[in-house]
């Protein structure tokens, strides 16, 4: 069964520092996106992504987060100047339709920032 | 904005249903989702209504009254492995989907 990919599955970085996560979706997909959720909290929606534009954003997704598809298979999200408060596993996910009917997710990274 | 709620925990006996409720407020709506979510695990999709009425997968069903604003993610014969957070999830923008606060299940024997 074709599945959404993450990688690195865990990740320390100190504040301060970039990170760049990186996702794989599923091949025939167009939509992706990215989710953050903080441990024992809701699964929150960060920025969705279309035709090599962004398409939708939430209020977390400030100038300290940028998404690129550098090529036809990655997806990335990288942010910039790490803050305690970005801890959280970080899920990729990927549909195959508009209007998000079904998500596919990823694995997840988590990222721990000391 | 958009916000849903959900009951933050329930418990039920094995073999028994459960119904879990949502509701919501939107901007925009094209539909309502349901996601599984084991602890440690990523969410998995169960279950989508576009438009309102009953959809049935296996033992999952799903509801939504758009009217209402509300929908219910039923589980019948439960079993030990549907232990997990359950979410609903609202299609509000073009590509945007907005989880509701989840709802943790626990099936006791």
């Known amino acids: 069964e074709p599945e959404v990919t993450q990688t690195p599955s865990h990740q320390v970085t100190q504040m301060g520092q970039e990170v760049i996560l990186r996702c794989v979706p599923i091949?025939?997909?167009?939509?992706f996106y990215w989710y953050r959720q903080i441990l024992g909290q809701k699964v929150e929606f960060l920025v969705s992504?279309?035709?090599?534009?962004?398409?939708?954003k939430s209020e977390i997704f400030d100038d300290q987060f940028s998404v690129e598809r550098p090529d036809g298979s990655n997806f990335t999200l990288k942010i910039r100047s790490t803050k305690l408060e970005d801890s959280a596993m970080y899920f990729c996910?990927?549909?195959?339709?508009?209007?998000?009917?079904?998500?596919?997710f990823g694995a997840g990274s988590r990222l721990t920032v000391l | 904005g958009q916000s849903l709620e959900q009951p933050s925990e329930v418990t039920a006996v094995e073999g028994a249903i459960v119904q879990i409720n949502c509701t919501y407020q939107t901007s925009g709506f094209y539909g309502l989702s349901w996601y599984q979510q084991h602890d440690g695990g990523a969410p998995t999709f169960l279950s989508y209504?576009?438009?309102?009425g009953l959809e049935e997968t296996g033992r999952f069903s799903s509801f939504l009254s758009r009217s209402d604003s509300y929908g219910y993610l039923l589980l019948q014969e439960l079993q030990m492995k549907d232990s997990a957070s359950y979410f609903c999830?609202?299609?509000?923008?073009?590509?945007?989907?907005?989880f509701g606060t989840g709802t943790k299940l626990q099936v006791i024997p």
């Open positions: 091949s025939n997909h167009l939509y």
């Open positions: 996910a990927s549909g195959a339709s508009s209007g998000a009917n079904v998500l596919t």
């Open positions: 992504f279309y035709n090599n534009e962004i398409s939708e």
């Open positions: 999830a609202v299609s509000g923008g073009y590509q945007k989907v907005t």
């Open positions: 209504n576009g438009l309102d």
